[in-house]
């Protein structure tokens, strides 16, 4: 499954998440917080993960299942 970053904050002494696209999935920030990203699939969503790395885990074990 491809990546795609929508932009990089590489420079911020503290980074904010912005989200990415992973195939049909969604990993869109929380209101209020720096690092938790809402999981969305086909309109629906599926969990509130707590940084990139959980969000990407939970999206590669999702899509296996599906």
Known sequence: MK???HKSDILDAKPIELGFLMGDYAAI???????????IHEGKHLKVCRNRKSAITFIKKHSKTK
């Not at 920030?29 to 999981?39: A, C, E, F, N, R």
């Open 29 to 39: 920030p929380m209101i209020g917080s720096d690092t938790k990203l809402m999981v």
């Open 3 to 5: 990546l795609t970053q």
